[in-house]
Structure formats: structure tokens, C-alpha cells
């Protein structure tokens, strides 16, 4: 498996804001697969951090990398971060397990909204959305298909890229939505016509795993295509890792690769 990837092009977005620092400027990084490896498939890599910060080297260099492997483009997304102070004397929030998803009205996950912090959250997902839109624009020129570009989300990023899919207009909307680890942090109005889901989680970790059994019912409830995989071993959050066969949750790299392909979005244009 390559280590890591580097990026071939830089964009900003127009979400930015002109008083934003420079570094803290939503931005894409574009990584493209060798051109006779390329099956048009692109993926918007949303990187976990709490919303606080990015974990860019493990959640878009080094999957950028696996996924160029595959003939996959991969376009990693800083998106706006929450720099205000965390609030003094706030309590841990309540630990749900796995067993009761149904204390997640809506699959909203979130386990500490304040107007700010959601502020910030519907700002990344309009990052989110740029990052699509953007995609498509530079479809021909990337070799990508501009049916065949979608999410992936770890932890924050996550809630992230779900969030962007709630509200998302056509140039915006994903074509499919992978979300590793990363429950919704707002509530979700799901449609029939949603894209296809596809959730990884692990099932001893509070809160995430039933916000994200709450967010698969929410979707089939709705009529749409979701699965969900939740392993029982491992740690978490998840990075790529080698398949020693010591345990399932190894895997989901290449279960998400198959899930891809089972939906027709690795077939060679």
C-alpha cells in the first residue's frame, strides 16, 4: 500500500472568508491517479478532527494515496474549523451505546450544540459542497466522471459531508456518501432519492456507533440505499492499516472499494 500521495493541484474556495488567515482558508488538494489507471471515480476527502482541527496526513495524504492506487482521483478539503475557546465548566455529555440509536431524534449525534458551533458546521458543509461543484467544473480536465464523484467522511468530517448532502443543490450534490466513524452532528432530513449510503463504525464506541445505526435508519426509512458495517474489534478512529487477518476491522478500505464497485462507480468510462 503506497505510504502517502502528493498533490498535484491547489484550489481555494469561494467560501473562504477575505478576513480569514491565509493557511486557515478553505481549500481543495487535488491527487490524481495515473491516467491509465483512472476509472473516473472521484472522492472528496472530509478529514476528522472535532471540527477543531485536521487530520490531513492519515484521513487525505496517505488515502489519497490508496485511492489513486485504484485508479480513483481523491480532492482533500480543508474546510472551516472552530478556533473560539472551549467553554468552561461544560459537562461531559451523556455515553449512548450502540443499543439505543432511538436517543438520536434524527440521527443528530451532535453532543453539544451552541450557535456558534453550528455556525461553523454549515460553513464546512458549504466548503463541502464548493469541493463538489468545483469537481464537476474540472471534470474533463481531471478525467474524472461527473456522475461518479462523492464523500468520504471520518469522524467530524463525517457529520461534515452529511451535512453538505442535506442541503445540497444538483451541481452540489454528491453522487455517493462513505462515512467512517462519523455520525451526522445536525439533524438530518433524508429523501428517496438520497445518494447511496455507505457507513463504517465500530461498535463499543459511545455515541457514534448509535448515531450512526440512527443515521442508517433514518436513510432506509426513507426509501434510500444504505448499508452499514459494524465491527466488533479494533480501534478506532480508523485509518488505513494492513490486513493481518487479526481482525475485521482491517478491512473496511477494501469493503469500501467493493462497495464502490457494486454500485458501478469503478467501471471504466
Given at each position: 500500500m503506497p505510504i502517502a500521495a502528493s498533490a498535484q493541484k491547489q484550489y481555494f474556495l469561494p467560501t473562504g472568508e477575505?478576513?480569514?488567515e491565509?493557511?486557515?482558508k478553505p481549500m481543495i488538494e487535488v491527487y490524481l491517479p495515473k491516467q491509465e489507471l483512472a476509472n473516473g471515480c472521484a472522492v472528496v476527502l472530509c478529514p476528522g478532527g472535532a471540527m477543531r482541527w485536521l487530520s490531513w496526513e492519515s484521513d487525505v495524504v496517505k488515502m489519497a494515496a490508496f485511492l489513486n492506487?485504484?485508479?480513483i482521483a481523491a480532492i482533500?478539503?480543508?474546510y472551516h474549523l472552530n478556533h473560539a475557546?472551549?467553554?468552561q465548566g461544560l459537562k461531559m455529555p451523556q455515553m449512548v451505546d450502540v443499543t439505543h440509536p432511538d436517543?438520536?431524534?434524527q440521527a443528530d449525534a451532535n453532543p453539544m450544540h451552541d450557535d456558534h458551533g453550528d455556525s461553523i458546521i454549515r460553513l464546512a458543509a458549504l466548503d463541502a459542497q464548493a469541493a463538489i461543484r468545483m469537481a464537476r467544473e474540472h471534470a474533463e480536465e481531471w478525467h474524472i466522471s461527473k456522475d461518479k464523484i462523492g464523500f468520504l467522511g471520518f469522524s467530524a468530517g463525517g457529520g461534515v459531508a452529511i451535512a453538505a448532502t442535506m442541503t445540497a443543490d444538483i451541481m452540489e450534490r454528491p453522487d455517493f456518501v462513505c462515512t467512517n466513524f462519523g455520525p451526522s452532528l445536525m439533524p438530518v432530513n433524508i429523501t428517496q432519492d438520497a445518494p447511496p449510503l455507505l457507513i463504517m463504525t465500530r461498535a463499543d464506541h459511545p455515541n457514534v456507533a448509535a448515531g450512526l445505526v440512527a443515521l442508517f435508519m433514518e436513510w432506509k426509512e426513507a426509501g434510500a440505499n444504505a448499508e452499514l458495517h459494524i465491527y466488533g474489534d479494533g480501534k478506532g478512529p480508523y485509518e488505513l492499516m494492513p490486513e493481518t487477518g487479526e481482525t475485521t476491522t482491517e478491512?473496511?478500505?477494501t469493503q469500501m472499494l467493493q462497495w464502490l464497485k457494486a454500485k458501478g462507480f469503478l467501471n471504466k468510462r
Open positions: 477575505p478576513s480569514t491565509e493557511k486557515d492506487k485504484h485508479g482533500g478539503l480543508r475557546p472551549m467553554a436517543r438520536f431524534p478491512m473496511w478500505g
